[in-house]
């Protein structure tokens, strides 16, 4: 199951509790899935945007649920990676193993 959810144009500190409440009771009973949060209409990314981020991924994993952003602009994957965030804002498509992919062990390779 996937869930869509959208930032912006600007995160306030005093949104985050309301934007967590609001997802947590969106989520809670679901089946588990994907939140897809989209923060391509966020303006000014800053460290609240980044801990709104973060925030709502624990919301979503306390749950059973995954978040994963898409929209992050340069601005806002360089600062989560300044905090130590980056996975917060990691686009999955580019992160992820797809599916089916397997490592070959081929038999003449010596052992590692």
Do not use: N
């Amino acid at each position: 199951m996937e869930i869509s959810l959208a930032l912006g144009p600007v995160v306030a500190r005093s949104d985050i509790g309301g934007l967590c409440a609001g997802l947590a009771e969106r989520l809670r009973g679901g089946p588990g899935g994907t939140v897809v949060c989209d923060v391509a209409r966020v303006a000014r990314p800053d460290v609240v945007t980044v801990e709104a981020l973060a925030r709502l991924r624990l919301t979503a994993r306390r749950l059973g649920w995954r978040l994963v952003v898409t929209g992050a602009g340069p601005a806002l994957v360089e600062l989560a990676g300044l905090l130590g965030l980056v996975e917060v804002v990691r686009e999955a498509e580019k992160w992820e193993q797809p599916g089916g992919v397997q490592e070959v062990v081929d038999a003449g390779d010596p052992p590692a």
